[in-house]
């Protein structure tokens, strides 16, 4: 028989190598190959005998399927992030820093779904029983019928939660200390942990039960990535947040069964995670009205309207190559908006260090928060603190042109709600309220939003 050969895989993207590399070409981390079996754990034994599928129409399917059927854990920033609830038979990737609170929000939610009747185990890899239930008292959830296993090997694993009734909720906490008696692979690798998650996966279809995984994300990829993973699962959630700062955002980036983009908010606190349902209120917590250089944007997460401040400081550099620092959001976008501003609107920053900042320790995605940013910008150089009543939104493209965004009418009504009563934004946007005209100031372009808070 030949001799298997072995390979070489990215302990961070899973790419695989024929040779041993101290860098990986496929994502550019260092000293993240490792030498690996490939037939660890796949297609051992006897060969199965193909068995003829037949193949059904989409119309003879109509009426007989329903929605996927999900348990709602009640804990509504949870569930908003999960769409509804964790679908049955799926399996939900969990990943996030080590020590951001990941066993912390899963421990809640196994006691909530407790208290509501289900049958929860939590398998923890990383902590003893006794450590598990100590948390559990902390959090409150000590009186509930959570099931607790210590185990890492996947083999044992499944015989534990194979054992009497059938379990609605699984928790594997976490998938790196995953192994498995038929990978060859060191414990921690890919090989292991893609091994071990095939058979949680593989039981949560067969019996129904959601199987939420835990998987910690780290930058020297020393234990394999959960990106591995995240094409496994049907559901990738992180839990993300500043160690600074006492809240975390729970964010979907992929979901077969509802929307992504969607954000779940918590603030820590000694006796666990509390739910955050206004969370403008918590980014909008701590502002000085009065500091040029600070502008409210007003941003959609998902389906929700979320304010948040930018700040910016724009100051004299003594540096030959001036400064850029940006604190939760694109430094490339930055860069654009810079470049605008020079190019269009006569704002010379070339001899300026930048610093950006989004409060809070929040991160923005949206383009559409160009013109928070531009105002920021403007302001802080001009040392003219922006009016503390008035939000901004919109993208600016670069022509120095502003862009109308979806959901004006929303984010509108939020900025509403919590007391600001102008908004600047840009000109042909639709669905704005009605009968509060007037308060709205379109602008058309950047030069236009640079003379108006210059001016
Ligand atoms: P933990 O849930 O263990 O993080 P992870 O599983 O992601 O590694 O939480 C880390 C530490 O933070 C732990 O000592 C408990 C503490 N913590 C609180 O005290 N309150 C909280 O609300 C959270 C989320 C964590
Ligand atoms: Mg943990």
Request: glycine letters at 12%; charged letters at 20%.
């Amino acid at each position: 028989m030949a001799k298997a050969k072995t390979q070489f895989v990215c302990q961070n993207c899973g790419t695989v190598h024929t040779r041993w590399a101290g860098k990986c070409e496929g994502c550019g981390e260092w000293n993240t190959i490792v030498e690996e079996d490939p037939m660890g754990g796949i297609g051992s034994g006897p060969g199965k005998m193909p068995k003829k599928g037949r193949p059904v129409t989409l119309t003879s399917l109509s009426g007989e399927i329903e929605e996927a059927p999900r348990i709602p854990t009640g804990m509504a920033e949870l569930d908003r992030a999960t769409g509804g609830g964790f679908v049955r038979g799926s399996a939900v990737l969990i990943g996030g820093d080590p020590g951001i609170g990941k066993s912390t929000l899963l421990m809640q939610a196994a006691a909530a779904l407790s208290r509501k009747g289900h049958r929860v185990i939590y398998v923890s890899g990383e902590e003893a029983v006794a450590q598990v239930r100590l948390r559990a008292q902390r959090l409150g959830a000590a009186e509930t019928d959570v099931l607790l296993a210590a185990e890492t090997n996947v083999e044992d694993i499944l015989a534990t939660i194979s054992e009497g009734k059938r379990p609605d909720l699984v928790i594997i906490d976490s998938i790196q200390t995953l192994w498995s008696d038929t990978a060859d692979s060191a414990p921690g690798t890919v090989t292991q942990v893609r091994t071990g998650v095939q058979a949680m996966i593989r039981f949560a279809k067969q019996t129904g039960a959601t199987m939420v995984l835990v998987g910690h994300v780290t930058k020297e990829g020393q234990i394999a990535g959960p990106r591995v993973v995240e094409h496994m699962v049907d559901a990738v959630l992180y839990f993300e947040g500043d160690r600074g700062h006492h809240y975390r955002i729970l964010r979907t980036v992929k979901n077969r069964f509802g929307p992504t983009d969607e954000i779940g908010v918590f603030e820590m606190s000694d006796r666990g995670l509390r739910e955050v349902s206004n969370p403008s209120e918590l980014f909008l917590g701590e502002r000085n009205e009065k500091a040029p250089g600070a502008a409210v944007f007003a941003g959609i997460e998902g389906t929700r309207p979320v304010l948040v401040e930018v700040q910016a400081l724009v100051a004299q550099t003594s540096l030959g190559t001036p400064r850029r620092a940006v604190v939760g959001w694109d430094s490339s976008r930055l860069a654009m908006i810079l470049a605008v501003l020079e190019a269009h609107c006569g704002v010379r920053l070339g001899q300026h260090d930048v610093y950006l900042n989004v409060a809070g320790g929040y991160r923005i995605s949206e383009p559409a928060a160009d013109m928070a940013i531009a105002s920021a910008l403007v302001s802080s150089l001009a040392g003219l603190a922006l009016p503390a009543d008035c939000v901004y939104f919109g993208e600016v493209s670069l022509s120095g042109a502003v862009r109308p965004v979806a959901h004006t009418g929303q984010r509108l009504k939020e900025a509403e709600k919590l007391g600001f009563s102008s908004a600047v934004l840009p000109a042909g946007s639709a669905d704005l309220p009605k009968g509060s005209a007037g308060k709205w100031r379109e602008v058309e372009s950047l030069p236009d939003l640079v003379a108006r808070i210059a001016g």
